[in-house]
């Protein structure tokens, strides 16, 4: 029950503590304002949060201290009996022509089967559930399990858990899985933004943790026109994840998560 009300919350404050929402009520309250001085200011306040976070130089530069840097893994040094990938990659699944919807997380899965192949990694694990509101995707592990056998991977080198909703859950049920070998070193392969609360989270749940960031959204510093000066739309929504992933820390803290 609590942590079902938990997933709803997130939800909730994940639509409140987005840019989109403060700029969208901030003019509907300069509509409704009578006061022609007060609508001024609203209006200017509505231009600047959305000049501010649709810079892509401003996001880089904070995602930048946030995401966790890339790492190095020399195969001829580290080994690892399993490489922990968490779910979030799936947009939808058509269950008519059984074709999976990937997202730009898909990178997870990808740098994850490379640690494989590489001979990194014995086994992979798959963390992922249905994590929509709605329950609208379905189990993601099995279905990428299924994909996976689809393009010919060796599935017996893969394992799944298809009942996690957040990454408190990822740890938990992946904790579950693999539990007697709970005391062997793990590679966690998530995006960079989400690393920070996933590394704590499989901490807390006993795991020793070295960590492979995937999906990175900071890069090479950029001084072009555009990444400078020009708004973008895709900033915002970038920074909508960076704050969404921020207060998640920040409420798993407090639930005793990490």
Known sequence: MVNTMFFILSKIFNFIFSPYS???????????????????????????????????????E??????????TIDSQKQHYTY???????????????????FNKSVDRLMQGLKILN???????VFSGGD??????????????K???GDI?????????????????????YSSTLIKSNKNHKILLITSAFHLRRAIGCFEKQGFNVDYYPAD?????????????????????????????EILGYIIYKIMGYL
Do not use: C
């Open 83 to 101: 490489v922990v990938v968490l779910g979030g990659m799936m947009s939808y699944y058509d269950t008519k022509a059984k074709q999976i919807g």
């Open 216 to 244: 990175r959204i900071s890069g090479k510093r950029k001084f072009t026109f555009d990444h400078l000066l020009i708004p973008q739309i895709e900033a915002m929504e970038k920074w909508s994840v960076l704050i969404h």
């Open 152 to 172: 010919a991977f060796d599935t017996l080198r893969v394992k799944v858990e298809s009942k996690s909703q957040n990454t408190y859950e990822n740890a938990k």
């Open 146 to 148: 299924n994909y996976l």
């Open 131 to 144: 994590g929509s509101v709605l329950k609208s995707i379905g189990p993601e592990g099995d279905y990428i």
């Open 22 to 60: 403060w700029i969208f009520a901030l003019l509907i309250w300069a509509l409704l304002t009578k006061n022609p001085i007060k609508r001024k200011k609203l209006l200017w306040i509505s231009v600047a949060i959305f000049y501010i976070f649709s810079n892509s130089f401003l996001l880089d």
């Open 118 to 124: 590489k001979g990194i990694a014995d086994t992979l």
């Open 62 to 71: 904070v995602m930048r201290l946030w995401e966790k840097p890339a790492v």
